[in-house]
């Protein structure tokens, strides 16, 4: 059973950085793209950022633009998300995702065959 390990989660204030890893069991995924989703209180899984086979190419929701960087390590069989300028609305349970399907960017749920449980951020104000 593959699996995909999230950790680095934790409390920070507002204006602070965090770096989220994720580590599948398997080398599998060095074909294949990955992915970072967020899900707030209350409120539904959403994309945040998604990082291609290679690592060049990557894709961010607008909210995360320029304050997350997304990377990862085929080497190392590692994926990151380096959070910085943190906001309390930045505040969600964060799940990484590996795609078996393609090796470009995407922000669609139904790609990602394969999730974490997930590591929770609070950003206090």
């Known amino acids: 059973q593959v699996q995909l390990v999230e950790s680095g989660g934790g409390l920070v204030q507002a204006g602070g950085s965090l770096r989220l890893s994720c580590a599948p069991s398997e080398r599998i995924f060095d074909s294949y793209s990955m992915g970072w989703f967020r899900q707030a209180p209350g409120e539904e899984v959403a994309f945040v950022a998604s990082?291609?086979?290679?690592?060049?190419?990557?894709r961010y929701t607008d909210s995360v633009k320029g304050r997350f960087t997304i990377s990862r390590d085929n080497a190392k069989n590692i994926m990151y998300l380096q959070m910085n300028n943190l906001k309390p609305e930045d505040t969600a349970v964060y799940y990484c995702?590996?795609?078996?399907?393609?090796?470009?960017?995407?922000?669609?749920?139904?790609?990602?065959?394969?999730w974490g449980r997930g590591t929770q951020v609070t950003v206090s104000s």
């Open positions: 995702a590996a795609s078996t399907v393609t090796g470009v960017p995407t922000e669609a749920r139904s790609w990602y065959a394969y």
């Open positions: 990082i291609g086979w290679s690592g060049e190419h990557t």
